[in-house]
């Protein structure tokens, strides 16, 4: 997102969550959550923070992960139609679903994982809120932070010798993102490296633009 003011709003996860439940479910039975955004952007943190407050609130949560989806560094957009088979299409029918979690370390899919059906699908990665999903989304998420910042968390999570994935990551997201126009379409843009004091456990900062709907900075 360039130009235009921005302002900024500290919210709780507790009223996100109470918002969640109240909305209808899209997917079948399911209320299903996408938290998108670039690596390293703090998608990780604010999904298991809407998670755990939904859990308590006593919504039946499954949180899934992207990562544990892929078939490697190559599989950013393409595994998809694979997730929609064997966990979306299954759960639209009230249906438990089951996926193959790669193991990055083996580099190939280790254990079957089974989805029961949930009341609400958190759904946390990079392209989990892509256009193909948005009408069956009950709440969209789009996460930023400064690049530098972005590849920093990387780098310190994954080991510097990942940097030249990383470096190719981040750019194939971008043109993801471009593409997609992800940020223009979600709900909830927050700022993933607040410069405001908060609780992040407990509350996330909104990031909107002035005549926007939302964007990533």
Known sequence: MEGGERSVCIERFADLAAQVVKSPAK?????????????????????????????ANGAATVEIHTDDLLDGWDDMVGFWPRFDRDVLEKLRKGQPGEYRRYD?????FAERIRV?????LVVEGVTSARAVIRPELTLSVFITAPRHLRLARG???????LEPHLVRWFAEEEGHFAADRTADHVDLLVDGAPDVPLDPGEQYLRRTAAGGRSGER
């Not at 997917?27 to 755990?52: I, N, Q």
């Not at 990055?104 to 190939?108: D, I, L, P, S, V």
């Not at 780098?155 to 010798?161: I, N, Q, T, V, Y």
């Open 104 to 108: 990055w370390h083996a580099a190939r």
């Open 27 to 55: 997917l079948g039975p399911v209320r299903l959550v996408a938290v998108d955004g670039p690596s390293g952007a703090g998608k990780t943190m604010f999904a298991a923070g809407l998670t755990r407050v939904l859990r």
């Open 116 to 120: 029961p059906v949930p009341e609400v």
């Open 155 to 161: 780098l310190e999570r994954d080991g510097a010798h």
